[in-house]
């Protein structure tokens, strides 16, 4: 009985550690900021479903990106997902970076590429590059983005080259982008994988 009751308190205590832990992490983000407006684009794929919005922290803007991305093995049949996730990395308005990132829902496959940063001022506007749906072909749906700098610098990402570039989203009309929410479609096992399909982004004052 009393090893039993050890038992029990030992579980209790490592329950209440990894409850600190995740919310510690959660801390470092916001999924409830207020934000100015939504930013979308027209030619994002359908598969799949959104996650949660997931916000730079308070006093913080995205300043820079980076992509999740699996890249084409060459000679061999392969079932190619492209653009997988993308980060926002957030910084403090006198541009120090604040350590954070936001990122909604991401696919597995694929590696982080390095992060790509506006010059000056803050991510203002996004455009996709989105393969259209190939029938009994390998759909891929997302394969690269471009982010628009509030000093006028454009940002390509190192995505794949399938499909076409897309209508730029409107302008932030607040200081800058804070946030953002992908649609994503989950591991299809013997199916098509096309992971990131569509993403939408958040501007804040």
Same mark, same amino acid.
């Given at each position: +009985?009393?090893?039993?009751?050890? +038992?029990?308190?030992?579980?209790?205590?490592?329950?209440?550690?990894?409850? &600190?832990?995740? =919310?510690?992490?959660?801390?470092?983000?916001?999924?409830?900021?207020? %934000?100015?407006?939504?930013? *979308? &684009?027209?030619?994002? +794929?359908y598969w799949g479903?959104? #996650?949660? $919005?997931? +916000?730079?922290?308070?006093?913080?803007?995205?300043? #820079?990106?980076?992509?999740? &991305?699996?890249?084409? *093995?060459?000679?061999?049949?392969?079932?190619?997902?492209?653009?997988?996730?993308?980060?926002?990395?957030?910084? %403090? =308005?006198?541009?120090?970076?604040?350590?954070?990132?936001?990122?909604?829902? !991401?696919?597995?496959?694929?590696?982080? =590429?390095?992060?790509?940063?506006?010059?000056?001022?803050?991510?203002? !506007?996004?455009?996709?590059?989105?393969? @259209?749906?190939?029938?009994?072909?390998?759909?891929?749906?997302?394969?690269?983005?471009?982010?628009?700098?509030?000093?006028?610098?454009?940002?390509?990402?190192?995505?794949?080259?399938? #499909?076409d570039w897309g209508?730029?989203? @409107?302008?932030?009309?607040?200081?800058?982008?804070?946030?953002?929410? =992908?649609?994503?479609?989950?591991? $299809?096992?013997?199916?098509?994988?096309?992971?990131?399909?569509?993403?939408?982004? %958040?501007?804040?004052?």
């Open positions: +009985m009393r090893r039993l009751l050890s +038992m029990f308190l030992l579980l209790a205590v490592i329950g209440q550690h990894v409850s &600190v832990q995740s =919310t510690g992490r959660r801390s470092e983000r916001s999924t409830h900021r207020s %934000y100015k407006s939504v930013l *979308t &684009v027209s030619n994002g +794929m479903s959104w #996650g949660d $919005q997931d +916000m730079c922290p308070s006093g913080t803007y995205a300043a #820079g990106f980076s992509l999740r &991305v699996e890249r084409h *093995t060459p000679g061999r049949h392969f079932d190619d997902t492209a653009l997988n996730g993308i980060r926002l990395h957030c910084v %403090y =308005t006198s541009r120090v970076s604040s350590g954070a990132y936001a990122v909604s829902n !991401a696919g597995h496959w694929g590696q982080w =590429t390095d992060i790509k940063w506006c010059p000056s001022g803050f991510l203002k !506007a996004f455009q996709l590059r989105v393969e @259209s749906a190939q029938g009994s072909g390998d759909d891929t749906a997302a394969n690269n983005i471009r982010f628009s700098c509030s000093d006028g610098v454009v940002l390509t990402g190192d995505g794949t080259g399938w #499909g209508s730029w989203s @409107s302008a932030c009309g607040g200081r800058g982008i804070c946030g953002i929410k =992908t649609r994503v479609e989950s591991p $299809q096992g013997n199916g098509d994988d096309t992971a990131l399909n569509d993403a939408q982004m %958040y501007c804040c004052d």
